[in-house]
């Protein structure tokens, strides 16, 4: 993570005056109606007959604060920006983002914040080109946030899917039938099965454990494999070169849970990650009392018996589904069981069990606007870390001055690194972000599971095939087959540099809640605090064996010695430092 550039805007800059005269700063009636997430945000009058156009999209209008303004040219206050947009027939104004600044963290962010108030507008590319080149603003394309962005055409960052038109694809399409089984013998319902070969196809796993596939581009014998990754209660399978009976169905046998882990959910479960971070080490009290976590992602499901008492609050930024309370990926409800599930003696329980957490909802359907929202949601409800889960393709100077305003209040941001086995995504990407990659161990899954191709010779710690690896990445977590909450009531083996980033989110919890020179009710929220913890947290690393000391950053974040009470630890994991219960440990001690 490299220091801020830039200078913070003088006094005045980014700021309009208060329109007078009981009209509102767009020119419409005065006062301030909620938006769809519930924040406070101007109407913006509608223009009639402005339905969707061809051509048109979607971006963000601000004016560009004074301090970053080329010498000589002269500040346009927000007010002015809105109204000149709301009178351009090529424009179609859809909203005002004026964060309110009097209260909470907002409060010391401001009164003078880097990131002005923003307009999203719809218009065509040739007018967004055409304010773009104006030196007083800045014009960016509203980009959908998403897990794994790629690049837009000619954008240059992110993956490059192969082109879909140049498959060659079958006038008769043949059909293939998958059934999921148990190692317990029952049918597997809602499992995502994907065949890959020269195209991927896809579908879910009915009550019967079985599904259809239509092989637009293939035959049977062209398939490279098969993917399982069952809800909850199984371990993910791959088959390489899968073939079918002569009745065309072929049969995948996934392990359950309750094989490697005796007893499990009933009797309680202390993940690989946690051992190799050594968090099992820390004092039993250590459980981020006090803490406030936003976790910035696609929701959580709340009635998972480990969150129903540990998510305090919430909001949907999406305006999908209007609840934040229902998770439509489950990836959000696997990092907030990393982070807090609770401790019931039964399942899992969260590294920062006693935190407070707060669920943003901003997949599927959520934008970089839906990002600055959130951003400040974390400002007003004085949020001590916000976890961003989610990724944008190209880069952005908007969130890149709204993380400048939330490291000036004090906010710790940590993101994933991104699951493109390539460059780091923003807004991880960005400074002032921790940047988290993802560590895989040799011994952590069983041989069926779809990492067991990927594993190195030599026993331990590995980067994740998923993971970016490079300059751009602070410091690494384990990020496969974390044993974590699902939708449901259940648990799954889950992947990805989410849930890596989760643990350190959670490691930084407990550091806020109890290392002695952070604890938040004697320290106060100023950058110097967010400095401070983000320096904790990447010298307090342990080396990866083997490992290229630039691949994965500082390497992996080590407990006991971020939170002072260090402890001998080995420098290679013994191959027992896994997944453990009452009962014994996976694998099997030698």
């Not at 968090?279 to 959580?300: E, F, M, N, W």
Request: glycine fraction near 12%; include cysteine; charged fraction near 15%.
């Amino acid at each position: 993570m490299s220091r801020h550039g830039g200078a913070k805007p003088d006094k005045g800059e980014g700021q309009e005056a208060k329109p007078s005269g009981g009209q509102s700063a767009a020119g419409g009636p005065s006062g301030e109606a909620a938006d769809r997430t519930g924040r406070r945000q101007e109407q913006v009058p509608s223009r009639a007959g402005s339905d969707r156009r061809e051509g048109w999209g979607r971006y963000l209008v601000a004016p560009r604060p004074m301090g970053l303004l080329a010498g000589g040219v002269p500040p346009l206050e927000a007010s002015a920006l809105f109204k000149l947009l709301e009178e351009d027939a090529q424009v179609e104004p859809v909203a005002q983002l004026r964060p309110p600044r009097s209260s909470g963290l907002e409060a010391i962010a401001g009164p003078y914040p880097v990131c002005p108030p923003v307009a999203v507008v719809k218009m065509p590319e040739e007018r967004a080109r055409t304010l773009a080149a104006n030196p007083q603003l800045v014009v960016e394309i509203d980009q959908p946030l998403t897990y794994t962005p790629t690049s837009a055409p000619g954008g240059g960052s992110g993956l490059l899917l192969a082109d879909p038109l140049l498959a060659v694809t079958l006038q008769e399409s043949d059909q293939i039938r998958v059934l999921v089984r148990g190692s317990d013998g029952k049918a597997v319902p809602d499992a995502q099965v994907w065949a890959v070969g020269a195209a991927a196809v896809h579908g879910v796993s009915g009550e019967d454990g079985r599904v259809s596939l239509r092989l637009a581009a293939d035959t049977p014998a062209t398939l490279r494999a098969l993917y399982v990754r069952p809800e909850s209660g199984y371990w993910p399978a791959r088959i390489d070169s899968p073939q079918p009976t002569d009745e065309g169905e072929i049969t995948v046998e996934v392990t359950a849970l309750a094989e490697t882990f005796e007893g499990f959910p009933e009797r309680a479960v202390t993940g690989w990650g946690v051992q190799a971070m050594r968090l099992h080490q820390l004092p039993p009290t250590y459980r981020g009392h006090g803490i406030k976590i936003a976790l910035l992602d696609s929701g959580v499901h709340t009635a998972h018996p480990d969150l129903k008492d540990t998510v305090q609050a919430g909001r949907d930024f999406t305006g999908t589904d209007g609840t934040w309370q229902r998770d439509s990926t489950g990836n959000g409800t696997r990092c907030a069981g990393i982070i807090a599930a609770a401790d019931n003696h039964t399942g899992i329980t969260g590294i920062a069990a006693e935190a407070e957490l707060h669920a943003l909802k901003l997949f599927p359907g959520g934008r970089v606007s839906d990002l600055l929202q959130a951003i400040d949601y974390c400002l007003e409800q004085d949020i001590d870390i916000a976890q961003i889960s989610l990724a944008y393709a190209l880069p952005s100077q908007l969130v890149a001055w709204k993380v400048m305003d939330a490291h000036a209040a004090g906010i710790t941001l940590i993101a994933p690194a991104g699951d493109t086995a390539g460059p780091v995504t923003y807004p991880a990407a960005l400074p002032g972000v921790l940047s988290v990659g993802a560590l895989a161990h040799t011994g952590a899954y069983p041989a069926t599971s779809p990492l067991a191709s990927t594993r190195p010779p030599w026993p331990g710690f590995y980067p994740a095939p998923f993971t970016p690896i490079g300059p751009g990445i602070d410091l690494a977590a384990p990020g496969t087959a974390v044993l974590t909450t699902t939708i449901g009531d259940g648990y799954t083996p889950a992947d990805g540099t989410s849930l890596a980033a989760a643990h350190v989110t959670a490691l930084a919890a407990l550091l806020l809640a109890h290392h002695d020179h952070l604890r938040t009710h004697n320290t106060p929220r100023t950058p110097t605090r967010a400095g401070h913890l983000l320096t904790l947290l990447r010298t307090a690393c342990r080396p990866l064996p083997g490992t290229h000391p630039q691949h994965l950053g500082a390497g992996i974040a080590d407990a006991p010695t971020a939170l002072g009470t260090p402890t001998p630890w080995q420098q290679e994991p013994p191959a027992h430092l896994l997944h453990t219960t009452a009962s014994g440990s996976y694998p099997p001690r030698p």
